[in-house]
């Protein structure tokens, strides 16, 4: 039961035809104040094709129109205002959820349809960078929207694992490295032995030709060379997936770079076919002149492939084995030109699909208005972030709950719930101030908040012996209709932030949800009055329900204590 589309219909009777039911669907608001009811029509379209003053109109139809479903219309100055029937919406709305449960707000946009998403994607050997987790936490809500929204996913973590600075490794790891220090601690010890490479190498400049040299036999399949090449990212891997396991994130796949190197040929001979490539200077490029853009490197002086090589066979790839109906790269803006360059080939080569292609975008990390930098030495490592975030989480839950049972584990729920919450909340174009103080505060828009409004509803629902059911009865009509307004616009959230790629709709939808509801329990005895309390305890399952599946969709858990 829609109100929205049950209004577009009484307006579409009334106005024979005059305006299609999309436009009609298209104009209607949302009054700003309460008060003024619960959706607006305004009459100036109308006023046009008439010929005729759009209060007069917004009178006629305000008189005109009658249904069950409203309780009242009105017209106020070019506006038709409609106050939905609140026992009807409440029932109705109520019962849905208790029947659908967690599977409240599913739509069917995407009809089985399937899209990879590329996300995370660090580089091997190098520290996980805040840009990473970025795009892990963005593109993994963006996966769980997506699937909400009935699109199939698979989640591929493009592994930054190739490329000359591989060489350099192996020189500097044979030349200072030890074994039992890297299995130890593989990103800390080879991020030390690559910049030891860099600092030697300015003494040294031999030292550069030794690590070309290394790639190179890694290239051409010399056995030593890729043994080392495989323990790294074996190493290194087992330190990137503490990170996911911290965050609750797993991939459908880990092809990274180094697993388009036989595919790569193909792309070369195919742009070479398509008549694409020119040479500058030893070098293949594929100019972008029309298109105002610097040309595309293809393929280096002495044969090596490049970073855009790669993406051009994975993207080929991907449509081969998927046939996505679209592919997302949530990376950072700073490859902006990139991604761009990347379509642009693709559509040169005919490939129609790569209008499909969407650069999700995202901004920095700061910290105190700087970028967090994990260059020379200064590495802000992000598992002792995370352990920094789980740790204060857990003085607070101490403070505030020091019998709580489970406490490690909520601890852990609530400290890396509060980042990704952070990371999530506000538009994911702008910038993110890092701040663990304020992420982590119980009250605000942040992650603890919501989830303890969430652990206060289990309770209550404990406390009460709410036992399941979808019959529902309704209460409290006039104190709760802003939490059902609330609800009844779930679903149309989660669509919106789908078509968006933007999380932060449904970060700031659960925000005002908790605050309606936090509003309505300051003002009313949900377990005081025996008679009423079933009804009551039923809009609190229904509040309950949807903030613990707005939080999944996030990628954030919902402890029931804390
Ligand atoms: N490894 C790259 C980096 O850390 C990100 C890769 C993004 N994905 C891609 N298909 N290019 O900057």
Request: hydrophobic share 40%.
């Amino acid at each position: 039961m829609d109100g929205k589309q049950i209004f577009v219909q009484s307006l579409f009777e009334c106005l024979d035809g005059n305006l299609e039911e999309e436009q009609l669907y298209r104009l209607i608001e949302k009054p700003k104040q309460a008060k003024m009811g619960d959706l607006a029509f305004p009459c100036f379209e109308l006023a046009r094709i008439f010929r005729k003053n759009p209060q007069e109109i917004a009178m006629q139809l305000a008189a005109e129109i009658n249904s069950i479903y409203f309780e009242h219309v009105e017209a106020v100055g070019a506006y038709v205002n409609v106050f939905l029937n609140k026992a009807l919406f409440t029932e109705n709305i109520l019962q849905q959820i208790c029947k659908e449960k967690t599977s409240f707000g599913y739509s069917n946009l995407g009809k089985e349809r399937a899209i990879t998403i590329d996300l995370s994607s660090p580089n091997i050997a190098k520290p996980f960078s805040m840009g990473h987790l970025r795009s892990t936490v963005i593109g993994n809500a963006i996966a769980n929207i997506a699937e909400k929204v009935g699109y199939k996913t698979i989640r591929i973590n493009h592994l930054g694992d190739w490329g000359t600075q591989f060489g350099k490794l192996m020189v500097a790891y044979q030349k200072w490295g030890n074994e039992a220090q890297v299995r130890a601690n593989p990103i800390k010890e080879l991020l030390q032995l690559y910049i030891r490479f860099h600092e030697e190498a300015e003494v040294d400049p031999t030292l550069n030709d030794l690590g070309r040299q290394w790639f190179k036999r890694l290239e051409d399949g010399d056995t030593q060379a890729e043994q080392l090449w495989e323990w790294f990212r074996e190493e290194s891997l087992k330190d990137f997936s503490r990170i996911y396991e911290l965050l609750g994130i797993s991939f459908d796949s880990y092809n990274g770079e180094a697993f388009y190197n036989d595919k790569m040929v193909r792309v070369v001979h195919e742009l070479q076919q398509k008549s694409l490539l020119t040479e500058s200077e030893g070098a293949k490029v594929v100019t972008l002149e029309e298109e105002n853009l610097p040309p595309c490197l293809i393929q280096k002086r002495d044969g090596t492939t490049l970073y855009a090589t790669r993406d051009l066979a994975a993207a080929i790839y991907r449509y081969e084995n998927y046939h996505f109906a679209e592919s997302l790269y949530v990376v950072g803006n700073e490859q902006t030109l990139h991604f761009t360059q990347l379509s642009y080939v693709l559509q040169k080569m005919g490939y129609s699909w790569a209008e499909n292609m969407k650069h999700i975008s995202f901004g920095m990390m700061l910290k105190e208005g700087k970028k967090m930098s994990t260059r020379k030495g200064k590495v802000v490592l992000l598992e002792e972030v995370l352990q920094e975030a789980i740790q204060l989480a857990s003085t607070n839950i101490t403070e505030k709950n020091p019998l709580l049972v489970n406490k490690e584990k909520v601890a852990r729920q609530v400290g890396v719930g509060a980042v990704i919450f952070h990371d999530l909340k506000n538009d994911r174009r702008n910038d993110v101030d890092f701040s663990l103080e304020d992420m982590l505060r119980f009250e605000g828009e942040t992650g603890p908040y919501i989830q303890y409004t969430h652990a206060r509803l289990h309770s209550l629902l404990k406390k009460g012996g709410y036992h399941e059911t979808d019959n529902v009865s309704v209460v409290d009509i006039n104190k709760a209709w802003l939490i059902i307004r609330r609800l009844m616009a779930f679903q149309d959230t989660v669509m919106r932030a789908y078509n968006e790629y933007d999380p932060s709709k449904i970060a700031k939808y659960l925000i005002e949800l908790a605050r309606e509801f936090n509003k309505y329990y300051a003002n009313v005895r949900i377990l005081g009055d025996e008679e009423n309390k079933q009804a009551r305890l039923q809009l609190v399952y229904s509040v309950k329900t949807v903030l613990k599946e707005g939080l999944r969709l996030l990628g954030i858990q919902a402890p029931d204590a804390m």
